[in-house]
């Protein structure tokens, strides 16, 4: 896949756009088609990234990726290991959904975050576990991570008791 077609076409398509204006206005055109060029191609590859999360998250023991080298995008599909015991049986049903908690608004926000490999494969794979997607259990491990420290619960042996006190 290369960004130049698209590039091209949106510079082609601003310079049809104003082929009937006067000169100036057109050189305009051509100066703002240039101007465009490298946020066309951050859009395009926001574009493909926010395409693939949604493809991974869609297929069962495949990862599609977008790797950037020489400037273009290339996509990359690995397949995922399962493990024999969840090959041979389906996969449980996934959990029904969170009920959204009393600081959502409806509104959703796009946030990019960098993580090291190994803790985005461990995130992956407890999501996984508990079949939800990737997105939903970051969004409940924040909400849990906010909602402060879970009480322990209380052991009783004898006269002795154990546990966290409110």
Same mark, same amino acid.
């Given at each position: ?6 590039? =091209? ?18 050189? =305009? ?15 395009? =590859? ?9 493809? =991974? ?26 493990? /024999? ?43 996984? /576990? ?37």
């Amino acid at each position: 896949m290369q960004f130049d077609e698209y590039v =091209t076409a949106l510079q082609h398509g601003l310079a049809k756009a104003t082929r009937l204006a006067p000169e100036e206005v057109q050189r =305009t055109a051509e100066l703002i088609g240039e101007a465009l060029e490298p946020e066309a191609r951050l859009a395009l =590859t926001r574009f493909a990234s926010d395409l693939t999360e949604e493809i =991974t998250a869609e297929l069962d023991g495949a990862m599609v990726e977008v790797h950037i080298r020489g400037g273009e995008p290339v996509v990359v599909v690995e397949q995922t290991e399962v493990p /024999a015991e969840m090959a041979a049986d389906p996969p449980p049903p996934p959990a029904p959904p969170t009920p959204p908690g009393p600081a959502e608004e409806g509104n959703t926000a796009r946030l990019t975050l960098r993580l090291p490999d190994s803790l985005k494969a461990e995130i992956e794979k407890a999501a996984a /576990a508990e079949g939800k997607s990737t997105n939903t259990w970051l969004v409940q491990a924040a909400h849990q991570a906010l909602a402060g420290p879970q009480s322990p619960p209380v052991k009783r042996s004898g006269r002795r008791m154990t546990g966290w006190a409110h």
